[in-house]
């Protein structure tokens, strides 16, 4: 189906489907021209799509002000679930991976003023040593390739990024015992470069100690998700986020756009 201008439509029931929303000039810029011809297909909107909501795009914000709004039923429960997480009382523990430290700084900076332990990843780790609180946890020792030579290496080693490849023994014994005692745990990011056989020690090892562990947990990111699923733990979390950009925006204490816009009364006349 493609929206025109001039599109006009029949009063009883219809069904559309459009193809992917951000073909259309207008919907990433949040243009109130084409929010309104958004408008224009229904009489209600209702947003299903919590992993949407931190864009500021017509179809997520500009809508709401031509159609009452409300969130759907299941993004409606993920974002409780999430909030849920947010809100720990004590033997909180965050793990936080992956390899860029811009989209994850903000997220570790607030989880460390919610949670006991925040626990980073080889990459992010290697990053932020020095500047860190007492609570955040960065590896002791690294997995490392050189010249095609794998070996242990701690932190006053003077690694190279592209050095590191995962965590090391003493890390991930440090870790499980964290996890261990943990009543809350949040997972978000691998904690090496887990696609390689030979450097996925550390994600596994985190992995399953999470899912061994009573806590109730919570998992989020699309790496992070397809590597439960692929060794089949997902059952054994209390709740996997379907969030990645959305997710990392909540756990950074930030309202999502998609959230604010509907919480008011539209504002405007279709």
């Not at 914000?61 to 997480?85: D, H, M, Q, W």
């Not at 033997?91 to 936080?96: Q, R």
């Amino acid at each position: 189906f493609e929206l025109d201008s001039k599109d006009t439509f029949p009063k009883d029931e219809l069904l559309i489907l459009l193809e992917n929303i951000r073909f259309y000039d207008g919907e990433e810029t949040c243009s109130q021209a084409f929010s309104k011809r958004l408008s224009s297909l229904a009489d209600i909107y209702i947003n299903e799509a919590f992993s949407a909501m931190h864009r500021r795009h017509a179809s997520i914000v500009g809508l709401t002000e031509y159609l009452p709004s409300f969130i759907g039923k299941s993004a409606s429960e993920e974002i409780s679930a999430i909030r849920g997480f947010l809100n720990t009382e004590k033997n909180s523990v965050a793990i936080i991976g992956g390899s860029k430290l811009e989209t994850k700084l903000p997220v570790i900076e607030n989880l460390s003023k919610k949670y006991d332990k925040v626990l980073l990843g080889s990459l992010i780790g290697l990053e932020l040593d020095g500047i860190i609180s007492e609570n955040i946890i960065v590896p002791k020792d690294f997995i490392v390739e050189k010249d095609g030579k794998i070996r242990t290496a701690g932190l006053n080693d003077n690694l190279k990024k592209e050095e590191v490849k995962d965590i090391g023994p003493k890390s991930i014994r440090e870790y499980e015992k964290h996890i261990n005692s943990a009543q809350t745990i949040i997972w978000n990011g691998p904690l090496g470069k887990f696609e390689d056989e030979r450097f996925a020690k550390g994600t596994t090892s985190i992995a399953n100690a999470i899912a061994n562990s009573r806590a109730k947990k919570l998992a989020g990111g699309g790496d992070t998700i397809f590597f439960i699923k692929k060794m089949k733990l997902d059952k054994r979390f209390t709740y996997i986020s379907t969030g990645g950009g959305a997710l990392l925006e909540m756990l950074s204490g930030k309202e999502l756009p998609g959230i604010t816009a509907v919480q008011g009364p539209s504002t405007k006349q279709r």
